[in-house]
Every structure is written in structure tokens, then in C-alpha cells.
């Protein structure tokens, strides 16, 4: 059994790792730098609007707890 499992690898084809590495970059359709800017600015700006919310969100939540105890 491990006679055919060496048989079966030797008869792989024979190409660089980095060749097919090379190939598959060329498929990649990479994005412009204008749609990189607003993806960017939509990140940001998303995660400080979020960042907001959860500050508000925390000073309520405090206020309540301090008033209760």
C-alpha cells in the first residue's frame, strides 16, 4: 500500500509552487484607488458612528446604575 501512494506522487507534475502563485495573482481584479477612498471613508466613518452609540449608550447605562445605588 505505501508502494502506490509513492507512485501516484511521483507522477505529480513538477511545477513551482511559486509559478502557480504567480497565476492565481493574475486572476485577482485588484480595486481602483477611488473605490479603495470610499470603502476607507465608509469604514471610518461607520466605526466612529459606532463608537458614538456605544459611548451614549454607556453614559445612560452609568447614569442609571449611579442612580439606583
Known amino acids: 500500500m505505501g508502494e502506490a501512494n509513492s507512485k501516484v506522487a511521483d507522477k505529480a507534475p513538477k511545477t513551482s509552487w ?5 497565476s492565481e495573482f493574475k486572476k485577482i481584479i485588484w480595486p481602483d484607488n477611488g473605490s479603495i477612498a470610499r470603502q476607507t471613508t ?8 459606532l463608537g458614538a452609540i456605544i459611548k451614549v449608550l454607556d453614559m445612560l447605562i452609568q447614569l442609571g446604575l449611579d442612580w439606583i445605588v
Open 42 to 49: 465608509a469604514v471610518v466613518v461607520i466605526s466612529v458612528f
Open 18 to 22: 511559486f509559478k502557480g502563485l504567480k
